[in-house]
């Protein structure tokens, strides 16, 4: 079987240290109510920074600085698979408030407090690999 291959990209977006933010996808999107690093897909001939400022500017209203590459990791679904990039980020504009536009939550949170929150499997490797470097 063929998968179908996506490219995500994910902010690490720190506003206090040690706080980061994370979003609650929709009650209509796929994985529905579970939490997640802000982001999303990247088009097809976009650069990962522009896709990952894209989609904080249309998801959550923020505009954000886009810096040096955290990690990757890639998790393979039942019909396709996703490769995950996360970013290090942080507000253009420290006065930003984040807009639930395309989410239906978003808190500022801990690496400690994350496990509180149930999240996709890709976004779990991730915060996995996280909680290990910050160890």
């Known amino acids: 079987m063929n998968r179908r291959k996506i490219r995500v ?3 690490m977006l720190e506003r206090e240290p040690g706080r980061y933010l ?3 996808r929709s009650k209509t999107a796929s994985l ?3 939490w997640e ?3 999303g897909r990247v088009h097809e001939g976009e650069r990962d920074a522009d896709a ?3 989609e904080l500017e249309e998801r959550l209203g923020i505009d954000v600085i886009v810096d040096e590459e955290a990690m990757v990791t890639s998790h393979e679904y039942d019909t396709y698979s996703v490769e995950f990039r996360v970013f290090h980020c942080k ?3 420290s006065d930003q408030e984040v807009s639930h536009r395309v ?3 978003h808190r500022w949170a801990s690496l400690d407090e994350m496990g509180q929150f149930q999240f996709p499997p890709a976004d ?3 915060l996995a690999k996280l909680l290990d470097l910050d160890s």
């Open 9 to 11: 990209v994910g902010a």
């Open 22 to 24: 994370i979003t609650q």
């Open 32 to 34: 529905p109510l579970l």
């Open 37 to 39: 690093f802000p982001g």
């Open 52 to 54: 990952l400022h894209r």
């Open 91 to 93: 507000l253009a504009h």
């Open 103 to 105: 989410v239906n939550d």
């Open 124 to 126: 779990a490797r991730t």
